[in-house]
């Protein structure tokens, strides 16, 4: 069975540092399509990050610059480095993986339960 | 790219059919191999989102076929045949045409 479990999750002061992590299993990270998706207390969703099966690196405008996804292909993990932490990043930080397909099949398919971060001073 | 979805609410009956409206600011066609890269997903109270349909029309596994997306560059419905009371929940708009990738606001989908 294919899972995904965030960790790294916590209170943070703004301007500091967190680390998240996202450990699988039933699935090789280094061959997917890993994304990172927030969801701040009861708003929609927001599309953070993506690290492709070739290492490629795409992030939303809100977090470039301060926020870096990496594979960790030792642990199949991949992990969302978040520094110049603000009160707007507050969030449930999900992982997400997109199959290795086609363009068009790497849609988002599997899902972790997600991580809380709240910024707050 | 900025995705509207109409309505933000929508109370159905179960049995009856439902539909929800996802447009965006530019086309979400690709005209090199002929896909459109926008994707549906639900959210019910408490749990992750879960993929329903992508590339505008296919249906992800484990899906009931009373799901159904349609529409073309830049107009987009998702489409509930008769509605059951497990479909309730929050309903996503995603594109994935070009980055960033962009959600909808968010439609959500209550029982009468």
Avoid: H
């Amino acid at each position: 069975e294919v899972q995904l479990v965030e960790s790294g999750g916590g209170l943070i002061q703004p301007g500091g540092s967190l680390r998240l992590s996202c450990a699988a299993s039933g699935l090789t990270v280094s061959r997917n399509y890993m994304n990172w998706v927030r969801q701040a207390p009861g708003k929609g969703l927001e599309w953070v990050s993506i690290v492709y099966s070739g290492g490629n690196t795409y992030y939303a405008d809100s977090v470039k610059g301060r926020f870096t996804i990496s594979r960790d292909n030792s642990k199949n993990a991949v992990d969302l480095q978040m520094n110049s932490l603000r009160v707007d990043d507050t969030a449930l930080y999900y992982c997400v993986r997109a199959p290795p397909s086609t363009l068009a099949g790497r849609a988002f398919e599997i899902w972790g339960q997600g991580t809380m971060v709240i910024v707050s001073s | 790219i900025v995705l509207t979805q109409t309505p933000l609410s929508l109370p159905v009956t179960p049995g009856e059919p439902a539909s929800i409206s996802c447009r965006s600011s530019q086309s979400l066609f690709n005209g090199d191999d002929e896909n459109t890269y926008l994707d549906w997903y639900l959210q019910r109270p408490g749990q992750s989102p879960q993929l329903l349909m992508y590339a505008l029309s296919y249906r992800a596994s484990g899906v009931p076929d009373r799901f159904s997306g349609s529409g073309s560059d830049t107009d987009f419905t998702l489409k509930i045949s008769r509605v059951e009371t497990e479909d309730v929940g929050v309903y996503y708009c995603l594109q994935r045409i070009d980055f960033p990738y962009t959600f909808g606001q968010g439609t959500k989908l209550e029982i009468k």
